[in-house]
């Protein structure tokens, strides 16, 4: 009997979160290579450099008192169209709040507080699903997807509750 035995390379990523990209261009950012020239298409450079995928945070209502939390829906949607086009892989962050995501703010997007668990996940899942198809009608659908950022602690937590009480890790 003979055996065959399929080998399957591994598909490596390399590259960064540019969340903050457009907005560095709009405040006029020069970008030069090794040699000091201008780069002129910051996503193409990164390609040629040997980069493949690139991450973008999506916040749900982003806080307008932090300017560099802008990711809404429709900024995310015209970066991961130029990323797609630009021949990246598409890294989406789902923050699932409205600012900064880390092990000491899970903050539960404004909006959301209200809602009771069960009202809670029918809203992650609607929210998630309308994301992805005006992604993906957008010509920005993702290649990967990260839940939540760095969750070590859950997320979702409410405004008023410091000691996690409210975790959703699944």
Not at 5 to 30: C, F, M, T
Not at 36 to 53: E, H, I, K, P
Not at 71 to 79: G, I, Y
Not at 99 to 126: F, V
């Amino acid at each position: 009997a003979a055996m065959a035995l399929q080998l399957q390379a591994q598909e490596y990523y390399v590259g960064g979160d540019i969340s903050l990209l457009p907005k560095y261009e709009e405040a006029g950012v020069i970008y030069k290579d090794q040699g000091g020239n201008t780069v002129d298409d910051a996503l193409a450079f990164f390609r040629q450099q040997g980069q493949n995928a690139m991450r973008v945070r999506l916040f749900v209502n982003p806080d307008k008192s932090d300017k560099a939390v802008c990711q809404n829906l429709e900024f995310v949607k015209a970066l991961g169209k130029r990323i797609k086009d630009a021949g990246l892989k598409f890294m989406l962050d789902f923050h699932y709040s409205d600012t900064w995501a880390d092990p000491g703010k899970q903050w539960t997007p404004a909006d959301w507080l209200n809602l009771n668990d069960e009202a809670l996940c029918n809203k992650i899942y609607e929210y998630t699903k309308d994301c992805l198809q005006q992604l993906k009608a957008a010509g920005a659908e993702p290649d990967m997807i990260q839940t939540g950022n760095e969750i070590s602690y859950g997320m979702l937590w409410a405004k008023t509750d410091t000691n996690n009480n409210r975790c959703y890790t699944n």
